[in-house]
């Protein structure tokens, strides 16, 4: 087991159940879903850190294990107790985005359009790879789950139109995105006809939604770390729960989630580890 499973516990520093059903904890999230009793949410819809992309400051942090199977095992660990505390028919929306080898670097200089990716430490090129390979996280994280009892149902490509340029010539500039829907039984709620699409550019004959989503990613100005665009979870969220459902994100980050599930009338749980993001999630839903 990696190192924040193991050795980083900690206990919530707040909660608030404001408005009634919706919460925000302050915590390690593998510790503290092991305080929810079994099938407490319908769904799951959450992106945790990337695997050597970003430095959130952190001590032990998920994403700086200088170890890929460290990381993949942690996100393992997790999501097996989040596939605990789902109900038998909830589902796991995942997103999650790829990254190279670093040629052994250790470090990144400071990116003036995204300070976060400035960071003093980089992972050590894993085994088996070569310098400047495409790592291949998400599917190795996929597959995990997979083995670990997951019900791996769909590879969704998150397209970003508006996707940051790259200076590279030796590739196509990167805009996608992965994001996974896995279940927890074979059977599960799906509720298809709230996502439909319309069809051939028309709004008035619907398709069944299809696997590609075109959605601009969206700056939030309180975080200078990535956040959920809110079209990109709101069809995950209308899909995999009913008006009501407690939904879970245990990488809560800056609250998309919370703010879309106000708005389609769900409940919500949002785990942070870091004091400084839960602050900005209460500010943008009007609790502070």
């Known amino acids: 087991m990696g190192n924040i499973v193991n050795t980083f516990i900690q206990k919530p520093l707040f909660s608030s159940p404001i408005p009634q059903g919706c919460e925000i904890i302050v915590g390690d999230a593998y510790t503290v879903l092991k305080e929810y009793p079994d099938r407490s949410f319908r769904s799951c819809v959450t992106s945790p850190p990337y695997w050597g992309l970003r430095d959130y400051g952190i001590p032990n942090q998920i994403g700086a294990e200088s170890n890929l199977a460290d990381y993949i095992q942690?996100?393992?660990?997790?999501?097996?107790?989040?596939?605990?505390?789902?109900?038998?028919?909830g589902s796991l929306w995942l997103n999650i985005g790829d990254s190279y080898t670093s040629g052994n670097r250790t470090w990144r200089d400071i990116d003036r359009k995204n300070p976060a990716r400035a960071m003093e430490y980089r992972p050590p090129t894993p085994p088996g790879l070569k310098p400047?390979?495409?790592?291949?996280?998400?599917?190795?994280?996929?597959?995990?789950?997979?083995v670990d009892g997951?019900?791996?149902?769909?590879?969704?490509?998150?397209?970003?139109?508006?996707?940051q340029p790259e200076s590279v010539k030796d590739r196509p500039t990167k805009c996608h995105e992965y994001i996974f829907?896995?279940?927890?039984?074979?059977?599960?709620?799906?509720?298809?006809?709230?996502?439909?699409?319309?069809?051939?550019?028309?709004?008035?004959?619907?398709r069944n939604r299809r696997s590609v989503w075109a959605i601009n990613t969206e700056p939030?100005?309180?975080?200078?770390?990535?956040?959920?665009?809110?079209?990109l979870i709101e069809p995950c969220i209308l899909a995999g729960t009913e008006?009501?459902?407690?939904?879970?994100d245990p990488f809560f980050g800056s609250g998309t989630l919370g703010e879309v599930c106000e708005c389609k009338n769900r409940n919500f749980?949002?785990?942070?580890?870091n004091e400084?993001?839960?602050?900005?999630?209460r500010k943008r839903l009007g609790w502070e």
């Open 269 to 273: 749980v949002g785990i942070e580890l």
């Open 74 to 89: 942690n996100l393992v660990a997790i999501f097996k107790e989040v596939r605990r505390v789902i109900t038998d028919d």
């Open 132 to 146: 400047k390979d495409l790592i291949g996280v998400p599917w190795r994280v996929a597959f995990a789950l997979q």
């Open 150 to 163: 997951w019900y791996l149902r769909s590879d969704i490509i998150w397209e970003k139109p508006n996707c």
């Open 276 to 281: 400084d993001y839960a602050r900005i999630a």
């Open 243 to 248: 008006k009501g459902d407690k939904v879970l």
């Open 181 to 206: 829907l896995l279940t927890k039984s074979e059977k599960y709620y799906y509720d298809y006809k709230s996502i439909m699409e319309p069809a051939n550019g028309s709004n008035r004959k619907k």
């Open 220 to 231: 939030f100005l309180d975080a200078h770390f990535a956040t959920f665009p809110p079209k």
